[in-house]
C-alpha cells in the first residue's frame, strides 16, 4: 500500500442490497451503501497519488470476501470498523419504473414478478424516521473512529447518517484541521427539528441534502426552493446544493451571492440508485481540486451520469478515460444562473 497521505475522507455505510431495478432485474444481496457510492464519485476524479479513506461501522457478520472488493479498489479501508456482534445491515429496494420507487413491503414486490423473496429478507424493516435524535446505534460514528492516519485529509464528506454522527464527526474534522467539510443529511430533515438541523449545518463548507428532504425541512414555512437555499446558507454553511433528481442541482454559493441551476447530463438512465451519493463524491472532489462551487457541483453531476447508467456501487469503474472530462465540457454550456 503506498504511503501518500489521504487526500479525501467518505464516511457514510456499508450496505447488503437487495434491489429491483427499472427494468425488473432482481440483484440479490449485493455489496453497496452510501459509503461506496459517495467513494465512487471521488474516485472518478482521482489523480496519480491521490487516495481516499473509508470510515463506517460493520458487524462480524460482514463478508469478508468484499472487503477484498473494496481494497482492490484502491480504497484504504483501515477506517472501517468491524465490531463483535452482527448488524443488520440490508437495504431493499423496488423501481416499477425510472422515476418510482418503494423500499418497503419486499414479499410483494417480489410476489409481483412472481417469485418468492430471498430467504435472507426475511424480517426485513426499512429504516424509519428518527425519533430520538440523541440515540447512540452501534452504527453511530465516533471521534474515535477516524485513524490517526486519516486525520491529516483534506477533504471530507459525511454521506446519510444518524443525527448523532453528523454532530460529533464535523466537530471532529475541524480540530484535525479539514480544510472542505460537505454533508449528505440523515433521516432527520423534518420541521419538528428546525432547530436541529440548523445546528448541524453550521460551519460546513457545503450541504447537499435532496429536494424532497427539504421541502420536509420547510414544511408550512415556505414553498419556494429559492428562498429555502438561502435561509439555509444564513444559518452559516458557505454552499448548498439541492439534489433534484433527474431535474439536476440547485445551487447557492454563498461567498459570490450566486445562484445556479444545472440540469442533470442527459445519460441513458438505467438505475439511479446511488446517484445522489456518487454526486457527493464527485462535488467533493471537484471542490478540492478547483476551489469552485459551480465547477464542484458539475463535477457531481457528471459523475452521477456515469452512475445511473447500470447498477451497482462499482459500475462507474467502467468508465472511458477521458470521458469525464468531456461531458464536464459538455454541460458547460447548459448551466444558467436564476
Known amino acids: 500500500m503506498t504511503s501518500n497521505p489521504l487526500s479525501y475522507l467518505v464516511l457514510g455505510e456499508l450496505r447488503r442490497d437487495y434491489l429491483i431495478t427499472p427494468d425488473q432485474k432482481v440483484l440479490p444481496d449485493q455489496l453497496g451503501g452510501s459509503l461506496l457510492y459517495a467513494a465512487e464519485g471521488v474516485g472518478l476524479w482521482l489523480e496519480e497519488g491521490e487516495r481516499v479513506g473509508l470510515i463506517a461501522r460493520v458487524g462480524e457478520d460482514y463478508p469478508r470476501e468484499w472487503f477484498e472488493r473494496i481494497v482492490n479498489r484502491g480504497y484504504d479501508v483501515e477506517g472501517i470498523k468491524v465490531l463483535a456482534e452482527e448488524i443488520d445491515l440490508r437495504f431493499f429496494r423496488a423501481y416499477t419504473d425510472l422515476r418510482t420507487y418503494s423500499d418497503e413491503d419486499p414479499v410483494g414486490h417480489f410476489s409481483r414478478l412472481g417469485l418468492s423473496m ?32 486519516y486525520q491529516d485529509a483534506k477533504a471530507a464528506h459525511l454521506c446519510s447518517l444518524d443525527y ?72 452559516g454553511v458557505d454552499i448548498v446544493a439541492v439534489k433534484m433528481a433527474w431535474q439536476g442541482q440547485l445551487l447557492y454559493d454563498r461567498n459570490e451571492k450566486r445562484c445556479y441551476q444545472i440540469p442533470a447530463y442527459p445519460s441513458k438512465m438505467v438505475d439511479p440508485t446511488g446517484a ?15 476551489g469552485s462551487a459551480l465547477e464542484a457541483a458539475m463535477y457531481g453531476n457528471v459523475a452521477a451520469s456515469f452512475a445511473v447508467e447500470g447498477s451497482g456501487a462499482f459500475y462507474t469503474q467502467g468508465a472511458l478515460p477521458g470521458l469525464q472530462q468531456a461531458r464536464l465540457e459538455s454541460i458547460r454550456d447548459t448551466v444558467r444562473e436564476v
Open 118 to 149: 430471498p430467504r435472507l429478507l426475511l424480517g426485513y424493516s426499512r429504516p424509519k424516521k428518527i425519533t430520538n435524535l440523541q440515540e447512540v446505534t452501534s452504527l453511530s460514528l465516533r471521534q474515535s473512529d477516524i485513524p490517526t492516519c
Open 164 to 235: 448523532i454522527s453528523h454532530t460529533l464527526i464535523p466537530a471532529a474534522l475541524r480540530q484535525f484541521g479539514t480544510q472542505i467539510i460537505t454533508l449528505d443529511p440523515g433521516l432527520y430533515m423534518y420541521k419538528e427539528y428546525w432547530e436541529q438541523v440548523k445546528s448541524i449545518v453550521i460551519g460546513l463548507t457545503a450541504f447537499l441534502p435532496s429536494e424532497e428532504e427539504l421541502r420536509s425541512l420547510f414544511l408550512g414555512r415556505s414553498n419556494e426552493l429559492r428562498e429555502m437555499v438561502e435561509e439555509v446558507v444564513s444559518w
Open 276 to 290: 445522489g451519493d456518487v454526486f457527493g463524491g464527485g462535488f467533493l472532489a471537484g471542490l478540492l481540486k478547483t
